[in-house]
């Protein structure tokens, strides 16, 4: 399928490894000029590069911290006016909500909800005036079904879920779509780095805490990376115009709700 979306500017924050990577790499393959961003240079350089070579095309860089004001406005400045947003932070730790002070709560606040506001903020303007727009956020499937030790990840991405429900539908009409993706389990970093922290306060080998969630999974694996980026270029595609405020759980049917 022709995703129509070749020639168009992309944005895609946190995208130098894990799941921002996976849709930096499907945008790239349709033809968009890609844009990423992260903290570590060095990695950040080694993937634009990896991404470029693997798509025919240069892939810009620009090396920030997404989180504060500055790195938004050196992200805005390597890629002014983006046709494509994909916003994506690493995720707060897990943890014991008695363990949380207030500047806890608020960096996860900062990187999960305030974030991507403001990156929202600073570009849906520029997607209405062209009639054309693709948000996507990057959340958890923490949003549909609690994980008690996310608890920062579920007050943080929950309320970027309710903030999205009221702007995807006033800027529908004007060809802007924001949605939302929610992960499980996934070949991530931050996957592996959860089972070693199970691991160590259940007193079990990090071997057997990846068995015991991997069995549980419906699909019997965890997901793919490129599978993921797959799913966000179709949401950027000229043929997702129709799909708005919408929450897509990619969880190998972990999630045993109805709704």
Not at 25 to 38: K, M
Not at 73 to 93: E, H, M, Q, R, S
Request: with cysteine; net charge positive.
């Amino acid at each position: 399928m022709n995703l129509g979306v070749a020639g168009r500017r992309a944005l895609v924050c946190a995208a130098s490894r894990g799941l921002g990577r996976g849709c930096a790499e499907a945008l790239a393959r349709e033809g968009v000029e890609v844009t990423i961003c992260a903290r570590t240079e060095s990695e950040l350089a080694r993937a634009a590069a990896e991404i470029g070579a693997a798509a025919g095309r240069s892939v810009a860089w620009v090396a920030c911290d997404i989180t504060t004001a500055e790195g938004r406005a050196a992200a805005l400045a390597a890629c002014p006016a983006p046709d494509i947003l994909v916003n994506n932070a690493g995720g707060p730790p897990p943890g014991d909500f008695h363990d949380w002070d207030r500047d806890a709560w608020i960096r996860a606040l900062d990187a999960n909800m305030l974030t991507p506001i403001e990156l929202i903020k600073a570009t849906v303007d520029t997607m209405v005036a062209r009639n054309f727009g693709r948000i996507v956020n990057i959340t958890s499937s923490a949003v549909k079904a609690p994980i008690d030790t996310l608890g920062l990840s579920n007050g943080a991405r929950s309320g970027l879920t309710g903030f999205v429900a009221g702007l995807a539908r006033k800027v529908v009409r004007h060809n802007v779509t924001i949605n939302n993706l929610l992960p499980g389990p996934f070949e991530t970093d931050r996957l592996r780095a959860n089972f070693e922290l199970l691991a160590k306060s259940s007193g079990k080998p990090v071997a057997d805490v990846r068995r015991a969630r991997l069995n549980a999974n419906p699909a019997g694996r965890f997901g793919d990376t490129a599978e993921f980026g797959a799913a966000c270029a179709f949401l950027c595609s000229v043929h997702a115009g129709y799909i708005a405020g919408q929450n897509l759980l990619l969880d190998g049917g972990a999630y045993p709700g109805t709704f």
